[in-house]
């Protein structure tokens, strides 16, 4: 079964408008959380990643927000624009086992005119 | 510019046949993982190595196989391609504490 339960499956967001993509985890041994985008045809980039030290931050647009004791974190795209249309992973993963991500199903983000 | 390739975008084979995809990375990376992406499903590891010659199972490994013969070169090998092999295969490499970096992706069709 999937470690990290990304929601939701698909969201349709107006321009100008929030996007907001929820993730939860089990294992308390993962301390790295990061985000992908993926556009078609291409492989998944890294976007914005948080460790469990802080519990938000920021890049331009993109905002993670984490809450360690609830095991959740969040992605926020701010003032979304139609070039942020694109599938978006979260993923987790534990420094005993670097670079072995545990990744969400994904939420494909539509942003319309 | 880190640069992950994988040698083809797409593929299709027939069931039976034995399908080897490639991956190289120019970063000098000791990690290099195989994963397989379905919709619904996320990405799910295939096997990863940390050294050449190295390789471990991941969540997935049935039906596959691995070879690492060099530092920058991660074979993913189908010893006898199935229909629910059906899928995209992405290819990531990362140096310990750093970004990973993933593939463009080989979307593959077993008929």
């Known amino acids: 079964q999937q470690q990290v339960k990304q929601s939701p499956q698909s969201l349709i967001v107006q321009k100008g408008g929030i996007s907001i993509i929820n993730c939860a985890y089990e294992?308390?041994?993962?301390?790295?959380f990061p985000w992908y985008q993926q556009f078609p045809g291409k492989g998944p980039a890294l976007l914005i990643a948080i460790r469990p030290d802080v519990s938000e931050k920021k890049e331009g647009r993109f905002t993670i927000s984490f809450n360690k004791s609830a095991k959740q974190f969040s992605l926020h795209i701010m003032d979304s624009q139609p070039g942020d249309s694109a599938t978006y992973f979260c993923a987790a993963s534990g420094t005993d086992s670097w670079g072995k991500f545990q990744f969400g199903a994904g939420t494909q983000v539509v942003v319309t005119p | 510019d880190v640069k992950v390739t994988q040698s083809s975008r797409y593929l299709v084979k027939r069931t039976g046949e034995k399908v080897f995809l490639e991956c190289v990375q120019d970063?000098?990376?000791?990690?290099m993982f195989w994963y397989r992406q379905d919709p619904g499903l996320g990405l799910r590891l295939i096997y990863f190595s940390y050294d050449v010659k190295m390789k471990e199972k991941g969540d997935i490994p049935e039906g596959y196989s691995v070879s690492r013969e060099k530092k920058e070169r991660f074979s993913l090998i189908l010893e006898s391609a199935s229909t629910n092999q059906t899928s995209m295969y992405l290819c990531?490499?990362?140096?310990?504490?750093?970004?990973?970096?993933f593939g463009p992706g080989t979307r593959l069709l077993v008929l």
């Open positions: 990531a490499s990362i140096r310990e504490g750093e970004t990973q970096y």
């Open positions: 294992n308390t041994a993962f301390d790295y």
């Open positions: 970063m000098d990376h000791e990690n």
